[in-house]
């Protein structure tokens, strides 16, 4: 009789599966028609004068079924689901191999194994003092500014068998996600509590062909950061006609979507 090697069971287990950490969430406009090319045919786009919200969910998670690991969520758009709406994951990327086939198998996401490199460094600029800021501080919410080496760059690698590509560089205050420098995650940087409810759906992909419906359930306490500056690897500059007057950082989600639409998946969420 042939014995096959058992394999460890999942640390995930049913659901509900509980998370502990800090996240980054940023929100950016996403071109409708760039947008569209990952929602099922069957929702309607949240839209407005050509563009859907998007954006990307950028977590370190200190506690999880699968332990200690990152993850990036890049939101393609909002679908209406009367009488609510929902996100869509363009794309997401961990650096945990248990985490990246839960989301495939599971949960429907278009998940995929990444390498997370983290490298502080030092910002050029110092912000100066003002009432404003001090104010915010007061309350729990104001953006740690003004200490020099508050800064993070997270480069993202997405890592395919034997290849790796460079998927894009995240530069954030470090307030943003604490607990991934453990020596600023003090007493000054806890905001107020909230507890909010985020509806998804995924699935529609190789690994889940099922169209899913979830709810994130939050609770976490907040506060106001400065927006990260996201940079992704160099393409082919646009003609003069083609120049958008959007800011680098708020074309991020855009780019990282819509790049090379003719190629394949990954290069399609780039």
């Given at each position: ?117 983290k490298q ?58 604490a607990?991934?420098v ?74 990282i979507i ?8 990954r290069?399609?969420?780039?």
């Amino acid at each position: 009789m042939e014995v096959k090697e058992a394999k460890p069971p999942s640390g995930y287990g049913k659901p509900p599966w509980e998370f502990k950490g800090s996240a980054l969430y940023q929100l950016h406009l996403v071109k409708s028609e760039t947008a569209r090319a990952f929602i099922p045919k069957e929702f309607k786009l949240v839209e407005a004068f050509g563009y859907t919200l998007g954006g990307f969910f950028l977590a370190s998670y200190d506690d999880s079924p699968a332990g200690i690991f990152d993850g990036l969520v890049v939101i393609a758009g909002i679908v209406w689901n009367p009488p609510t709406s929902c996100a869509w994951a363009a794309r997401v990327l961990v650096n945990s191999d248990e985490a990246c086939v839960h989301g495939r198998k599971d949960v429907g996401l278009p998940s995929q194994v990444a390498r997370f490199s983290k490298q502080r460094i030092t910002p050029i600029a110092r912000q100066s003092e003002n009432n404003s800021n001090r104010f915010l501080r007061m309350i729990g919410v104001g953006t740690v500014l003004s200490h020099p080496k508050n800064c993070l760059d997270i480069q993202v690698t997405e890592i395919n068998g034997t290849s790796a590509t460079d998927i894009c560089t995240i530069n954030v205050g470090t307030a943003a996600l604490a607990k991934a420098v453990p020596e600023l995650n003090s007493n000054k940087l806890i905001g107020p509590v909230i507890k909010m409810s985020l509806p998804s759906f995924s699935g529609r992909t190789e690994y889940n062909p099922h169209l899913l419906k979830y709810s994130c359930q939050i609770e976490c306490r907040i506060r106001a950061v400065r927006p990260a500056k996201v940079s992704v690897p160099s393409v082919a500059p646009k003609s003069a006609t083609e120049q958008s007057p959007e800011t680098p950082s708020s074309k991020f989600v855009d780019s990282i979507i819509s790049r090379d639409l003719v190629q394949n998946e990954r290069n399609l969420s780039i």
